[in-house]
C-alpha cells in the first residue's frame, strides 16, 4: 500500500552539491514524519535529516549547515539538498517514512536507497 523511491544520487567530488528526492505512493494522510537516513560500509544506519508534520526538523550534528530537507504535502515529496559534501557523507541514502499508531498503516516505511559517492 506504501512505497517509496529515492533518486538523485550520484557520484560527486568533495566540496560539490546533490538533490535527493523520495517519491511516495499510496497513503500519506498519517504519515507524521519523514527522513533521510544514511548508511555507509560496515557501519549502522544513521538519520541524517527529519521533518514532521508539526514542521520541526531534526539534523545530525555531521551534516548541520550543509543539508536541507524539505518535504512538499502536495506533490507527496521529500527532498534533501546536499551541499559542501565530504567523503564521509558516501553512503546509500534511505528514504523513510513514519505512520501514525492509530493507523492500520503504522510502523517505519523504507526506500530501496539511493548511492552517494563523494570522491576526488
Known amino acids: 500500500q506504501v512505497q517509496l523511491v529515492e533518486s538523485g544520487g550520484g557520484l560527486v567530488q568533495p566540496g560539490g552539491s546533490l538533490r535527493l528526492v523520495c517519491t511516495v505512493s499510496?497513503?500519506?494522510?498519517?504519515?507524521?514524519?519523514m527522513g533521510w537516513y544514511r548508511q555507509a560500509p560496515g557501519k549502522e544506519r544513521e538519520l541524517v535529516a527529519q521533518?514532521?508534520?508539526?514542521?520541526?526538523?531534526n539534523y545530525a550534528d555531521s551534516v548541520k549547515g550543509r543539508f536541507t530537507i524539505l518535504r512538499d504535502y502536495n506533490q507527496n515529496t521529500m527532498y534533501l539538498q546536499m551541499n559542501s559534501l565530504k567523503s564521509e557523507d558516501t553512503a546509500v541514502y534511505y528514504c523513510n517514512a513514519r505512520y501514525e499508531a492509530t493507523t492500520v498503516l503504522r510502523g517505519d516505511y523504507w526506500g530501496q536507497g539511493t548511492q552517494v559517492t563523494v570522491s576526488s
Open positions: 521533518t514532521t508534520r508539526g514542521g520541526n526538523t
Open positions: 499510496g497513503s500519506t494522510s498519517s504519515i507524521v514524519a
